[in-house]
């Protein structure tokens, strides 16, 4: 007869023999945000079908300055822009979301092939299908990427006259290295071609913080968002009730910074781990850079970039670039 404490001290071992569940890259990516300290998730994973939506409804809010600044530069300086970059063949357009933004260029720009690239493959074919109706002269190829640690562009899609397109300051989610890098991964692919990208300049933080942390708190349910799309992908036990959205902006690093802050000690598990959380602890979901002008044509030039352009807003709080590769 075998005693009850060996039967535990068997299934004890078994358990702790027991290999962790495999992990696919974005899991293991997840994973390992959640048990760095301090804790953080790549601000890609906010942007599930429910997150490009909020994000897109974000962009109409009258805190959130940049989507109608980025549009008034394109307004006024349409031509001068379309000038500098010269002929399209094809536009990339990468974290195209709702495609909006470039479609607003394709009269001044007239590519021949659209290539939306966006992390949310099921949104962007929503708003493929809109664009194939109203444009049925446009090739346009659609691709559900993470172009976020590399770039695929298809052979399908010209290697001339391709220009990559990086609207409503995205590039600033990238700390200053991981930007370089990027950038430098976009130029590899247009030689001959160019660069048209959008950038939010430095500006006070009471214009600043409202912008991501808005009085209808969608920004903060987009952000709560990011922890149901954790769920979904890592099989966490994420309740949004235990978080609350925090936007701060850090002068010394010239970036808001989003978090998610616990309200009370709990614990988050997943299968094959877990992280304890203490009240008023953060997960770091997203940082936004912000330059001046000279900063950011510096950081082209040193990724490689040359006949640098730049164009404002009327008020100075935004720029779009242009820049051949």
């Not at 299934?11 to 962790?20: G, K």
């Not at 130029?187 to 006070?204: E, I, S």
């Amino acid at each position: 007869m075998v005693s009850p404490s060996a039967v535990l001290a068997h299934t004890a071992q078994e358990y702790q023999a027991r290999p962790s569940p495999a992990l696919s890259a974005e899991q293991a990516e997840l994973r390992d945000g959640l048990l760095d300290h301090p804790a953080h998730i790549d601000p890609k994973f906010l942007y599930d079908a429910l997150g490009s939506s909020l994000f897109t409804a974000i962009t109409q809010l009258p805190e959130y300055y940049p989507t109608r600044c980025e549009a008034e530069i394109f307004e006024r300086h349409g031509q001068d822009i379309a000038r500098h970059i010269g002929p399209v063949q094809s536009m990339i357009d990468l974290g195209a979301g709702d495609c909006v933004k470039a479609e607003r260029l394709f009269a001044s720009l007239r590519p021949r092939h659209y290539v939306p690239i966006d992390i949310s493959a099921d949104y962007l074919q929503t708003a493929v299908r809109r664009l194939q109706l109203s444009y049925p002269d446009l090739r346009v190829t659609a691709i559900g990427q993470d172009f976020s640690q590399a770039l695929a562009v298809p052979p399908e899609v010209p290697a001339e006259e391709r220009l990559f397109f990086y609207p409503g300051s995205s590039i600033g989610n990238l700390n200053p290295d991981d930007a370089h890098a990027m950038l430098q991964r976009i130029r590899a692919q247009c030689h001959g071609g160019g660069l048209l990208v959008g950038v939010d300049r430095v500006k006070p933080r009471q214009v600043l913080e409202p912008a991501y942390d808005d009085a209808l708190h969608l920004t903060a349910a987009f952000n709560l968002n990011l922890l149901r799309h954790v769920n979904d992908v890592l099989d966490a036990d994420f309740d949004v009730n235990d978080w609350q959205h925090v936007a701060l902006f850090n002068a010394t690093c010239s970036r808001v910074e989003m978090h998610l802050e616990a309200q009370r000690a709990l614990r988050v598990t997943w299968p094959g781990g877990e992280r304890d959380f203490s009240p008023g602890e953060r997960i770091h979901t997203e940082n936004s850079y912000k330059f001046t002008p000279q900063a950011f044509s510096d950081l082209l030039q040193s990724a490689g970039y040359r006949d640098v352009a730049h164009w404002s807003d009327s008020r100075g709080w935004f720029s779009v670039f242009s820049a051949r590769a």
